[in-house]
């Protein structure tokens, strides 16, 4: 019989809506159920693509003498992190405190008061390898709850201050380039110099880190930031955790040289990394670079984009219930589909060998360069290239037979702001209007589904249904995307609603005293309100809010909305002096503040060729602290203020540098305006 869950729409939740666990969603009546019954809440929360939350449902969710422990002493309710980020950030604060770690599926046992008194991660259903079996956990928490409940409340109202606490750093100090440059050295220290990235295994992509050092770079001129954050791009497209055939990048490798990846596919990791291989290119001009973050965005269009415009959420590591299974290749299959010289040379360009490289297949990865492998074997490169590529095409249609992994179809607002970002940046860098037209799609379908009649968001989406109050981080991404959308289409309606939304946010989130919480203060009680400083796979909402504002600010001359940007850096002063490894977001909001920043006006004049001549010109050159503006949209309704003044000489199209609304000398025509912007470029 189905649980209460079978009338939830997230995916997660209706994997488990089965179980014989009686499942409650998180809502009223199981709150005030627990209450009524004087019950503890056994609270669980993971997400649809999450490998070993599949594990502990299969192994103990599913099983009827767990399922009946849990059902005759606890109120079970199950969350989908992506729906509901803010109990999921409350509840990891209280598992990372009690166990110095965190991951899904979350485990969390609550007092009626909501409360967290005992948790973990994933148990197995009996004791192996050293971790308690969930039976004896709970047991070992039925009988804390019954035997020594109140030093089990104490602990858990001791536990709910400190998360409370969280976010307060109480230092305070003037914002100074030494913060980045201290990011610089703790960036370094932590570096994979052999593998790239950050750390050992497992390793995570870390793009934010990786664009934070192009623009480490680019303020001190350190080489080292600069090849790191390549080294790091180019291991990692050259790895298992590349899709080699349909382009996206998994979540995570397992390894400390991203050979084996965790096999799923976020929406958020796919917008970042696409991004930082754009900074790559733009950087450096590495055309192989502009092909990664194309090609990622090419299998966004193809494999997660609704047919109505949103982008949806993730993609499972299993299908038919192997992880991995619809990504790797036996040696036999590869012979099968190609003829067998064209078969010898992609099995050494993709190292796959009769044996393979997880559990006895083959992950596709490419362990020297197409060149290094030419040079090695005496090929023609042009011809190995399209050899490749013929293959490549040749198995990505045969793989198109299999089953694919199952996917999360719902559509969230932080996430597609992420997307959104990189698919605008990406197309006006390579004048791909796919790209930017499907942000456009994304961006009203968004204003179209999924806000409220008072104009305020919802944070999630799925078959028609959207629900749940917004987030600051579902604010302020979409603040910033819009931003970049107005930069790569000139229209100024997302400008427009972009300001609508900073005043929402403004409005909802603010904190006394600088930086924003997580929730609005029209938001469901929990037991803390919290501020979100620290990057975690995402970018922190703090960090995002204050890059948003300070974009929008520049572009709309609104002195409040700077100053509430720059306000939430000042907060976040501690974090960023103590925890630089873990706050690159708000790290790159602070290298756009500090500057120099610019604004660029183009007017257009009456050669609009020139026009989009000069545009593109500025759209190739990495200038990250830089906002861009023009009345070159005919369609436009919007008129920016830092328009109003500026007019082309001599009809031709003119362009003007500005530094806080003061300018300098135009440039008038084509090549004047390329002169100003190379040297704009070198001196960023």
């Known amino acids: ?20 666990v009686d499942w409650h969603p998180w809502g009223e009546e199981a709150l005030k159920r627990s209450k009524r019954e004087d019950r503890p809440i056994f609270l669980s929360i993971g997400y649809s693509a999450c490998h070993w939350c599949h594990v502990m449902e299969h192994e103990s969710f599913q099983n009827p003498h767990i399922a009946a422990i849990i059902n005759n002493n606890f109120i079970p309710i199950k969350v989908d992190r992506e729906e509901r980020p803010d109990l999921d950030q409350i509840y990891m604060h209280a598992v990372q405190l009690m166990t110095g770690r965190g991951g899904w599926p979350m485990s969390v046992f609550l007092t009626p008061e909501l409360t967290p008194f005992f948790g973990g991660t994933y148990w197995p259903p009996k004791a192996t390898l050293g971790m308690p079996g969930f039976d004896h956990v709970l047991h070992a928490v039925i009988d804390a709850w019954q035997n020594r409940r109140q030093l089990a409340r104490d602990q858990a109202q001791a536990l709910t201050n400190r998360i409370a606490s969280i976010g307060n750093s109480g230092q305070s100090g003037s914002l100074h380039s030494g913060l ?15 593998n790239g990235g950050f750390g050992d295994a497992p390793k995570f992509p870390h793009s934010l880190d990786i664009q934070l050092l192009f623009r480490l770079h680019r303020r001190f001129g350190n080489a080292d930031c600069l090849q790191h954050a390549c080294l790091s791009l180019d291991k990692m497209a050259a790895g298992g955790i590349y899709d080699h055939l349909a382009g996206g990048f998994a979540r995570y490798s397992v390894d400390d040289h991203w050979l084996v990846p965790h096999f799923e596919k976020m929406l958020y990791d796919n917008a970042m990394l696409a991004n930082a291989f754009l900074d790559g290119y733009l950087v450096t001009g590495e055309e192989r670079y502009a092909r990664t973050a194309h090609d990622t965005l090419q299998y966004v269009l193809n494999h997660m984009t609704d047919s109505q415009g949103g982008f949806h959420s993730t993609e499972d590591a299993d299908s038919e219930g192997e992880e991995g299974k619809f990504y790797v290749w036996s040696r036999e299959e590869i012979y099968h589909a190609l003829d067998a010289k064209l078969a010898d040379k992609f099995c050494y360009v993709y190292n796959v060998t009769e044996g393979g490289n997880f559990e006895g297949k ?41 089953i694919r992994p199952g996917k999360d179809d719902k559509v969230l607002v932080n996430w597609n702001g992420l997307m959104i970002d990189a698919m605008a940046r990406t197309g006006a860098a390579l004048s791909d209007v796919r790209f930017v037209r499907a942000a456009e799609r994304a961006a009203d379908f968004i204003r179209q589904r999924m806000s409220n009649r008072q104009g305020k968001l919802q944070h999630t989406w799925r078959q028609g249904n959207a629900k749940q109050d917004a987030f600051l981080d579902d604010y302020a991404s979409l603040i910033n995307s819009l931003v970049s959308l107005y930069e790569a289409t000139l229209d100024g309606q997302w400008i427009e609603w972009a300001t609508r939304l900073a005043d929402t946010m403004l409005a909802e989130f603010s904190t006394d005293h600088g930086g924003f919480y997580y929730t609005a203060k029209s938001h469901e009680s929990l037991i803390a309100r919290t501020k979100d400083l620290h990057d975690s796979s995402t970018p922190s909402s703090n960090g995002m809010a204050a890059y948003a504002l300070l974009r929008l600010g520049k572009l709309t001359g609104r002195s409040d909305i700077q100053s509430a940007g720059a306000n939430t850096l000042s907060d976040a002063y501690g974090v960023m002096q103590n925890s630089s ?6 790290l790159i909001a ?7 920043s610019h604004e660029i006006v183009l007017v257009q004049g009456n050669d609009v060729d020139e026009a989009n001549q000069i545009l593109r010109h500025y759209r190739s050159h990495y200038l990250p602290n830089c906002v861009l503006a023009s009345d070159i949209n005919p369609a436009t309704t919007v008129r920016l203020e830092i328009l109003n003044g500026k007019q082309a000489i001599a009809e031709q199209a003119t362009l003007f540098v500005c530094e806080n609304f003061s300018c300098q000398q135009p440039a008038c025509g084509k090549h004047a305006a390329s002169i100003l912007l190379d040297r704009l470029a070198q001196k960023l």
């Not at 980045?180 to 052999?194: F, M, P, V």
């Not at 492998?373 to 299999?402: G, P, V, Y």
């Open 1 to 20: 019989m189905p649980n209460r869950l079978a009338t939830e729409s997230s995916p997660y939740l209706l994997q488990h809506a089965e179980n014989p």
């Open 180 to 194: 980045l440059e201290s990011a610089a050295n703790q960036l370094l220290a932590s570096a994979d110099k052999s």
């Open 362 to 402: 083959n992950i596709l990865h490419l362990p020297r360069s197409l060149q290094q492998a030419a040079h090695i074997q005496n090929w023609d490169l042009d011809q190995l290239e399209a050899d490749m590529a013929a293959a490549r095409q040749t198995l990505l249609n045969m793989r198109k037979q299999r």
């Open 581 to 586: 490894v873990a706050c690159a977001q708000l």
């Open 590 to 596: 602070l290298d756009f503040f500090l500057g120099p």
